[in-house]
């Protein structure tokens, strides 16, 4: 997979994707990702990328010319467009499946804003997808963009080195995690479940669906199947 990022700030990008798994999925060849700096695109004496909005109000907003020509000149480094993504908050909120749904891509474009917003024509322009990580307001981008990157990479084939992990994780099938345990078997007075020590594979693998289940009941309830459909006919 390649990944470009198109950011004001690429600095903000280089300690997260030099480190551990998404450092050595980059050195195995399992990802590239190039990073793009929106102000090397301005042509004026100020490097200027962003304006007042027109119509007044607070804030400034990221001006469509040298992100266009960021664009354009990102888009042609690699033969496949990919998808392209911007960060912010009105976008869909990012989950697992979103993740496995990029995971699968080619190429990625993700474009990381900074000030009150982007102009609106670079969403339409761009014909862009829009991704939120979450129901807050971040002073840019790149963080989720870090987040986007993160969960994605690790479901890469070969990522993290040993296959199964992304498979039993939290959310892969649509419940939290079970709990985990490893020594001492008596910590403070807490014990490991007598289950987990007892080498029955299928009484283990039964009883952590059924933590998963009991977890995801209280804590995300919300991630739990709606009621089956009931049946209108008479
Ligand atoms: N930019 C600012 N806030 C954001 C959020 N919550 N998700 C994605 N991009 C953002």
Not at 10 to 34: C, T, W, Y
């Amino acid at each position: 997979m390649r990944i470009d990022i198109i950011t004001l700030f690429p600095e903000m990008f280089e300690s997260p994707l030099n480190h551990s798994i998404l450092k050595r999925a980059q050195d195995e060849g399992i990802v590239s990702i190039a990073l793009a700096n929106i102000r090397d695109f301005t042509t004026d004496k100020y490097h200027k990328v962003d304006d007042r909005p027109y119509g007044g109000g607070a804030g400034m907003v990221l001006m469509p010319v040298p992100l266009f020509d960021c664009f354009e000149h990102v888009e042609k480094l690699a033969p496949t467009r990919g998808r392209v993504i911007m960060l912010t908050p009105q976008g869909e909120p990012f989950r697992q499946a979103k993740a496995q749904e990029l995971a699968r891509e080619e190429r990625l474009i993700l474009i990381a804003g900074r000030y009150e917003g982007f102009d609106e024509r670079i969403r339409i322009g761009l014909n862009a997808e829009q991704i939120s990580i979450g129901d807050y307001v971040l002073n840019g981008g790149e963080l989720a963009a870090m987040v986007v990157i993160d969960a994605v990479v690790r479901l890469l084939p070969g990522a993290l080195g040993h296959e199964e992990s992304a498979q039993d994780e939290s959310f892969a099938e649509g419940l939290l995690e079970y709990p985990h345990y490893t020594r001492p078997e008596v910590f403070r007075g807490m014990r490991v479940p007598e289950i987990l020590l007892s080498g029955d594979h299928a009484k283990i693998a039964a009883w952590r669906r059924r933590q998963s289940l009991e977890r995801t009941k209280a804590w995300r309830p919300d991630l739990l199947p709606k009621d089956p459909p009931t049946d209108t006919r008479s």
